[in-house]
């Protein structure tokens, strides 16, 4: 089973990443999490995220973005994102964003996310930050509140947090639902050796989720460059990570590990119940 637990796709007209492109990528992994961008209002986008995942429901799964400073951040809410638009996590973006993640709106949508039992994905520009994001409300130690007072939600930290990957680190060796986003960018070998050997030597590498950050690199790519990790080590005294570690990484069943199977899988069962019931219903008005 490989998931890759960071793609994206776009639904802004002048962007150049298409549905295509995306499907293509995914053609690598048996699944993937697609998280929404905040182009347009977030209900807008939802909606959109919702449709296209719908059409290819047997291998994706969407995490619908949210911004509590704005956003309805009520149980009834955010059950509607879940039950009738089908996205199955929340994405949030504190550093584009500007709010603190632990602002009080974020703090009440992370009680009604754990009640609903909706995973939540901390979203890190990376190398990518824009001149005006808050590069301080990206810091994941200040996640530590969160994981503190909500301890049975899931919760995933993105691209390991980077440029803060110690603290990432940190974070999922203190909280036993805290897991970091290994999404990496292949040709930065020395940056993902050190991120690698980082997460071994902290014992932490069963916190890690594959992920590719699609359409920033390609799931092919990512799992190659991971899996050559040690052989571009051969002919250099620095330490290596035994290889079943890092395949271990990538076959992670993600989806299982978020407790989003088994809901994927609870809702299907529940969807075609009361198909059943509706069908049952339309013949025994025909029956003497």
């Known amino acids: 089973m490989i998931v ?12 150049d990443v298409s549905a295509s492109e995306h499907l293509e990528a995914a053609e690598t992994v048996d699944a993937c999490i697609v998280l929404a961008r905040g182009e347009e209002s977030s209900e807008e986008v939802n909606k959109k995220l919702s449709g296209y995942v719908g059409r290819h429901k047997e291998k994706m799964v969407g995490f619908a973005i949210v911004e509590p400073i704005k956003d309805n951040v009520s149980v009834k809410h955010l059950a509607f ?6 996205l199955r996590g929340a994405v949030l973006y504190c550093c584009r964003s500007g709010f ?3 602002h009080s709106r974020a703090m009440q949508f992370y009680e009604s996310a754990e009640e609903l039992g909706l995973p939540v994905f901390f979203h890190s520009e990376g190398a990518f930050l824009e001149s005006d994001a ?10 530590d509140e969160v994981a503190r ?3 049975k939600l899931k919760i995933v930290v993105g691209t390991m947090g980077v440029p803060f990957v110690e603290q990432t680190l940190s974070m999922a060796a203190k909280h036993e639902n805290v897991y970091a986003d290994l999404t990496i960018r292949p040709r ?3 940056q993902v050796y050190n991120m690698v050997m980082a997460a071994y030597e902290r014992g932490v590498m069963g916190k890690l989720l594959f992920g590719s950050g699609f359409p920033s690199s390609k799931a092919g790519d990512c799992i190659e460059a991971l899996l050559g990790f040690n052989m571009r080590l051969a002919d250099t005294n620095l330490p290596t990570v035994p290889r079943g570690n890092i395949q271990s990484i990538i076959e992670r069943d ?3 590990l978020l407790g989003i199977k088994e809901k994927v899988t609870a809702a299907e069962e529940n969807e075609e119940a009361q198909a059943k019931e509706r069908k049952s219903k339309r013949t025994a008005k025909f029956k003497i």
């Open 4 to 15: 890759d637990c960071h793609t994206h796709i776009s639904f802004a007209a002048d962007d």
């Open 81 to 86: 994102i879940r039950d009738k638009l089908g």
């Open 100 to 102: 603190h993640p632990t």
């Open 134 to 143: 808050v590069l301080e409300y990206a810091q994941p130690y200040l996640i």
């Open 149 to 151: 007072k909500f301890k």
């Open 188 to 190: 930065n070998v020395w």
């Open 254 to 256: 993600t989806l299982a």
